[in-house]
């Protein structure tokens, strides 16, 4: 067993050790020591990383687990010297920037579950500490599956209201009587060396992880948003720094927004929408002048059909239209003439896009066409669209025209 040096001072950063296992699997060379101020990947929080040296030589942590008998694993970066062997003594230091992230995601998420709990009733299951953005998963008393605006806005005034107070908060292991008289928000998932978080009067659950000293260090709470998963609720949150940077990126954003809309903050919905809603409109108007300009051309198309020994009329045109739907606009009403077989394609960003189609008392099958051109795509057998890379099925389609 590894004596956890986080459980007895969370803000250790350095400390020595000595090798009491080795390991070595896909990932790489594990030690495991007799005592650590790694914490162990578990309760959705990571394993923390840094480095561990000894004798001169120095390895990263990548990664840190703990095993069913109470050991601590550490995961050694590939590169460097030949890890050292049981009984060598080492020093570890934990990568202070990543722990301490991880106390105020985790702290601050202690703050939105009892938040939550005591003005919804929600029972979080567990925590979730990403990269990015943290999460917890939620039953609701009603079985809903997201929260409304106004319900993320009261959790998060009150948990900002409780980092402000600034409470102590104490983790440690009661005694079997004393646990079983704390009203906990929740039941332990394990039956011995049962820890408790403390936190004012108003927080005791069971929980394993590494916490801070005091609410106010957790700094901010932003609730990102809700949304189902697995049949329960999700809140993702943001906590200390990350909340900041946050705030920072989102003000950037805003700022820049307001200058580019010559609108206040609080104006920027409306004149978004607004603005939105007028360039939809200049879109709709746009796409109707370009289908009337490409009908435009229909009777120069027409009158250079070529007429096949059949009887058919053939029309292979390369046009330069700005968009797709000008150029179906422009199919459909050729093939309303009778006798007519219309090869058509448009050269966009480097695509070969291409449309084929035949009247109805035509007995050839445009999809099947489209598809013996080597282009990707099909259709029906009246009306096909394609696409290449390059010109040959194009070109390939114009050759076998004629002998459809």
């Known amino acids: 067993m590894t004596r956890k ?100 995601q985790h702290s601050g998420e202690h703050l939105i ?99 801070l000293g005091r609410t106010g260090q957790i700094g901010l709470v932003k609730l990102l948003k809700s949304e189902p998963a697995r049949g329960k609720l999700r809140l993702s949150f943001l906590c200390g720094q990350r909340a900041v940077y946050h705030y920072a990126k989102v003000y950037k954003a805003v700022s820049r927004a307001s200058a580019l809309l010559s609108a206040g ?8 929408e607004e603005t939105l809603k007028q360039l939809e409109d200049t879109r709709r108007e746009l796409g109707a002048l370009r289908r009337q300009n490409s009908l435009a051309r229909l009777p120069g198309l027409l009158k250079d059909a070529q007429t096949l020994k059949n009887g058919r009329r053939l029309i292979t045109a390369q046009l330069e239209e700005h968009d797709l739907p000008a150029l179906e606009a422009m199919a459909g009403r050729l093939v309303e003439e009778s006798g007519l077989i219309v090869l058509l394609c448009v050269v966009k960003e480097g695509r070969w896009n291409l449309l084929f189609a035949r009247s109805q008392d035509v007995d050839a099958d445009m999809n099947a066409f489209i598809k013996s051109t080597g ?28 002998h459809l």
């Open 375 to 402: 282009a990707r795509g099909g259709g029906r057998p009246d009306f096909a669209r394609g696409a290449a890379q390059d010109s040959l099925p194009w070109e390939a389609a114009r050759v076998m025209a004629p």
């Open 265 to 272: 903050e609080g104006e920027l919905p409306r004149r978004l």
């Open 113 to 211: 579950a009892s938040c939550l709990y005591q003005l919804t009733g929600g029972f979080t299951h567990g925590l979730h500490i990403g990269r990015e953005f943290s999460t917890i998963d939620v039953t609701m008393p009603d079985k809903s599956v997201k929260l409304e605006e106004q319900t993320m806005e009261q959790i998060e005034r009150m948990a900002n209201r409780l980092i402000a107070q600034d409470g102590a908060i104490v983790c440690r292991f009661p005694e079997e009587g004393e646990l079983a008289a704390l009203p906990l928000r929740k039941d332990p998932t394990v039956t011995e060396h049962v820890r408790v978080c403390f936190i004012g009067d108003y927080e005791l659950v069971a929980c394993g992880g590494t916490h």
């Open 5 to 104: 040096l986080y459980f007895e001072d969370a803000w250790l950063r350095h400390f020595t050790a000595k090798v009491t296992g080795t390991r070595q699997d896909e990932r790489g060379h594990w030690l495991r020591l007799n005592q650590s101020a790694f914490y162990p990947e578990g309760g959705g929080q990571p394993g923390d990383s840094g480095k561990i040296t000894s004798g001169g030589h120095e390895w990263q942590v990548t990664d840190t687990q703990g095993d069913p008998d109470g050991g601590v694993w550490h995961l050694l970066a590939p590169e460097g010297a030949e890890p050292p062997g049981p009984g060598a003594a080492v020093e570890g230091l934990i990568d202070w920037e990543r722990r301490f992230d991880h106390m105020q």
